[in-house]
């Protein structure tokens, strides 16, 4: 009897992240699983699951690095959705942790994919030794703030640690088999600046998006079910209210201070600032509706409620302050056929196609004021519409690679998956 040749074993690793199912990093990960699962066998691996509860629901194969049986008391504390070592010894105890969990599972995986977080490559790198393929993804190489210790003890174990990481960054790198970045942009200052080796193969990959969620819909229809009036000039934003790299602070103030006719902003979402920025919205007296964190088919009916949508994006953030991420919430955005308010940079030039799909604004007071004076009308904005409607359906935006949906997304990666092994299987050989 012949046999079945089984699948390649791959494993998606985020090790900065804890999970919960509205995360970012989850949502710009899971939508390609199934379309990956055709051909490869998927596990996910995660830090830990943040609310265990919800690990009955999970509906795909996964491991923690931390053993959610035997977590101290200070570990279920630990809420935060995002894990970065703040000094030297917690650093080396996830490192071991991270080792210890590729000497048991480096049989079980046939290619690894680490995903975008503070100490990139420190997974891959743990299995690289096992001379399992690896795979890195690099989101960007951002200017983390600086974190602040109360406790002196803490700030001295943490000492030189942020100058560090960069080099440790850059080492780990260096010994992966391929690169996935999210842009064009983001390949380029990589090779310009050599934080990579010009030998290294590197594939622009950005995110796809959900073609049955963010979908064309009509504008009076989504008003009616959400009880927004008619007659108002909505804008919306989708995101996060960190105030890191998505930042709608400046906009909320310039909309307190011009107060435009009619105009109103929704945002929807949640963060560690939104009480920050609900407080501004009341000192400035904004017309600005904060609904909280929605899922993302409800979001996806204040986007198309909208007459414009804001992606309030910080790229001073970035190193040489260039943005070089893909950006998730602007291909959503013209996937519901809405017009977009976002910053004038290169990545955003190409999803605008110049200003064809929207408008590029400095994220400033200033520049949001002097845009709001001269608002465009709901009937310009539609012509806007009508253009990303007719070059959506005419394929346009799939072949500029400006909308992508998660199944192309799915086949990029596979052609990594698989030119990664040939390349590894023809160096061992």
Known sequence: MKSIARKPRICIALPGVQYQPHSPYILSTLPMVPYLAKDFDITLVYRKILNINEADHIDHKYLTLIDQTQMSEREKRNRCPYYLPKHYLSFWNYKRVIDKFAEEHAKNFDLIIEKEWPMLGAFASAFSRYQVPTVILIEAMYK????????????????????????????????????VVETEQMKSFLLENGYVSPNQPI????????????????????????????????LTYVGSLNRFIQEPGPIIEALGRQKPQGVVLYIVGDGSKRQELEALTRKLSAPVIFTGRLPQKQAALYISAANLCVAPYNKYLYLQDK???????????????????TIPCERMEHLLAGQKYGFLVKNQVDSYREFFRNLPSKEQLSIIEQAIVKD???????????????????????????????TCKAVHK
């Not at 909308?403 to 040939?422: C, N, S």
Request: glycine share 4%; proline share 4%; with cysteine.
């Open 144 to 179: 983390y703030p600086k974190l602040q210790q109360s406790n002196l003890l803490k700030r001295l174990a943490g000492f030189g640690l942020e100058q560090l990481r960069p080099h440790l960054r850059k080492r780990w790198i260096d010994r992966t088999d391929s690169i």
């Open 203 to 234: 594939y622009p990959i950005p995110y796809g998006v959900d073609a049955n969620t963010f979908s064309l819909r009509e504008r009076r229809s989504c008003r009616e079910q959400l009880g927004i009036s008619q007659d108002a000039l909505v």
């Open 323 to 341: 943005f070089t991420c893909a950006s998730l919430k602007v291909p959503e955005y013209l996937s519901c056929g809405r017009a977009v308010l």
């Open 392 to 422: 959506m359906e005419d394929f346009t935006l799939r072949e500029q690679r400006i909308l992508i949906r998660w199944w192309d997304i799915a086949k990029m990666y596979k052609q990594v998956v698989e030119e990664t092994f040939a």
